[in-house]
């Protein structure tokens, strides 16, 4: 992982936000997150499922400095986990997201941005699905990007055009004998355009195009090429839609590999019944990469339903209920697992800078092979600090 590139980046952001930082309005949020709870599968397990306690402290970092035409943003989180009965699973994640923007005109925007993320994948999940008692801890990912991008129109234009530019490496920093044919480079291209039929409804078309290379493992080096077409809508603060549909091919570099095509689609819903409720529905359908040892990419459905309710100024509660699908592809056939997941919190603001959540998630796995099926679940409460 190119650590310098990063750095190079960030580098540029700050030099250049520096030269107009004494025109910015400056705003510095922090927060502070303890949580304990209990997981009653923590491995992941068909049967013979072990429990432990949890504790977690995570801190978030915003740095805010806007002006007329241009505005950074500096966001990081950190955050450490420990377990009383896997000790050899405490981690430690981090993110850190500068980004920047600038308004040529009402009509015109220019963004760059950056990622910095490593995260502890669970023994008993991903790379290590059903494989959790024969290692000692879990996996480590590192991934590092850049991306830039260009906007022009606005919800009051005819047309809107947007253009994006994304470059990701990724890598596992741990079991490098078996993760690093998993090392990947890729950079993607996105470009939208949207034509406004009527209203505050658009005919919306999406072209996707990437290039995922795999420097340790050719073989399954690739360029995909998705299109989408459909509608977006936005005629009241009630109601929301995007539902485009399309078609995506996948065409490998090394003639031992069958290209494939699927068809695609991607849904996203809000609809607000009242000031105080807010229901989400989102659903998509793409090919992916893979986090499997012996598979080539993935086929990834997704459905999900949140609610949000207000039942007081104080009060309120999320639940969200989903449904992942995914079929990994290899030569010798493919596999697949089906999730549930659920998700349900309360939360009460005692003031505005202190409040508390209780939290449950529920997670299962259903698959057609191997004895790897489990039910997981997780009990928290935290408290949130805002200095």
């Not at 073989?219 to 009241?236: C, E, P, Q």
């Not at 299962?364 to 408290?383: E, M, P, Q, R, V």
Request: glycine share 4%; charged share 20%; hydrophobic share 35%.
């Amino acid at each position: 992982m190119s650590f310098s590139r990063f750095l190079a980046v960030c580098t540029t952001y700050c030099t250049f936000s520096t030269l107009v930082l004494a025109e910015f309005d400056n705003t510095l949020a922090f927060s502070v997150v303890p949580e304990a709870g209990y997981i009653d599968n923590f491995l992941y397990l068909s049967n013979n499922e072990p429990g432990t306690r949890f504790y977690s402290l995570s801190s978030d970092v915003s740095l805010t400095s806007k002006s007329q035409q241009s505005a950074f943003n500096f966001d990081a989180n950190i955050a450490t986990h420990l377990f009383d009965k896997f000790e050899d699973d405490n981690h430690t994640n981090f993110t850190i997201i500068p980004k920047y923007q600038f308004k040529f005109s009402q009509n015109q925007r220019l963004h760059v941005s950056a990622l910095w993320l490593k995260n502890y994948i669970y023994r008993g999940t991903g790379l290590s699905l059903g494989q959790a008692e024969a290692l000692s801890k879990g996996d480590e990912q590192e991934i590092l990007g850049a991306s830039i991008g260009y906007e022009y129109g606005t919800f009051e234009s005819q047309g809107r055009v947007n253009f994006g530019l994304n470059y990701q490496e990724s890598e596992f920093t741990t079991r490098r004998a078996d993760t690093n044919r998993l090392d990947t480079e890729i950079l993607h291209i996105k470009s939208s355009f949207d034509y406004l039929l009527s209203g505050k409804t658009y005919l919306a078309f999406d072209l996707d195009y990437k290039i995922i290379d795999y420097p340790n493992d050719p073989l399954i080096s690739r360029d995909s090429i998705a299109g989408l077409i459909g509608v977006k809508w936005y005629t009241t603060v009630i109601s929301e839609l995007n539902f485009l549909v399309g078609y995506q091919n996948l065409t490998f570099e090394d003639n031992r590999l069958s290209d494939d095509s699927a068809f695609k689609w991607r849904v996203d819903y809000t609809w607000r019944p009242s000031d105080f409720t807010t229901l989400h529905i989102v659903s998509n359908r793409k090919f992916d990469e893979t986090y499997r040892l012996i598979s080539s990419y993935r086929l990834a459905q997704t459905y999900q339903i949140d609610v949000m309710h207000d039942f007081t100024e104080h009060l309120s509660v999320f639940f969200a209920v989903g449904i992942n699908n995914d079929e990994f592809i290899s030569p010798l056939g493919s596999k697949d697992e089906d999730y549930l997941f659920t998700t349900l919190e309360l939360d009460y603001a005692y003031n505005d800078r202190l409040s508390f959540q209780l939290s449950y998630d529920y997670k299962t796995l259903d698959a057609n092979y191997g004895n790897i099926d489990f039910a997981y679940n997780k009990l928290g409460i935290s408290l949130k600090l805002d200095l």
